[in-house]
């Protein structure tokens, strides 16, 4: 939990306290999120679905009990931001209000985007179909993308192209050791 406050603390300059972090969105979305994702991996499908609703009324955030998450996701004013079913979010990804992560199919597969590790997504981004969004991306507020994003890569537009890319250091962390 220190971690998570720390993260918010960070990404938000603005807070002047530590108890603030109690007013954000993302705070209550996130712990809402937590149990109701519990509940979907015990086949309590209609109880993960009714708190992930509640949650999405109480603040414009909307996560499917399905997705997956990991740790220290921060969504910043985070109204209108849909995480689909079959999404999975690495660690420390940055999500700006009024973001997408949907499929672009009904059958039942992976059908929601692959987003890696220290990923920042611009307000109004749609991220939609099933593939990765590489580790430390960027993605550029209002852009579409429909396709694998690169490692350390920034896109923008509609549909999304590739306007920088950071070179690759294979030893910058430990997963290449």
């Known amino acids: 939990m220190n971690d998570y ?3 918010i603390k960070n990404k938000d300059p603005s807070l002047k306290s530590t108890a ?3 007013l954000y969105p993302t705070f209550w979305a996130t712990g809402f999120y937590k149990i109701a ?7 309590l499908f ?4 009714f708190l992930s609703q509640t949650a999405r009324l109480l603040t414009g955030i909307e996560i499917h009990p399905g997705a997956q998450i990991g740790k220290c996701l921060f969504i910043d004013h985070g109204m209108g931001v849909v995480i689909g079913e079959t999404s999975v979010i690495g660690d420390y990804v940055t999500i700006y209000h009024g973001v997408t ?3 672009t199919t009904t059958s039942k597969v992976k059908r929601h985007p692959t987003i890696g590790n220290h990923v920042i997504i611009g307000a109004g981004a749609k991220i939609l179909g099933s593939f990765f969004v590489g580790d430390y991306s960027r993605i550029g507020a209002g852009s579409v993308v429909v396709k694998t994003v690169p490692y350390g890569s920034t896109v923008v537009g509609n549909p999304a192209t590739i306007v920088k890319t950071k070179e690759v250091n294979f030893f910058e962390n430990n997963k290449y050791r």
């Open 5 to 7: 406050i720390r993260n």
């Open 20 to 22: 603030e972090i109690v």
């Open 37 to 43: 994702h519990w509940l979907y991996c015990r086949n």
């Open 46 to 49: 209609f109880f993960a679905r």
């Open 101 to 103: 992560l949907g499929g």
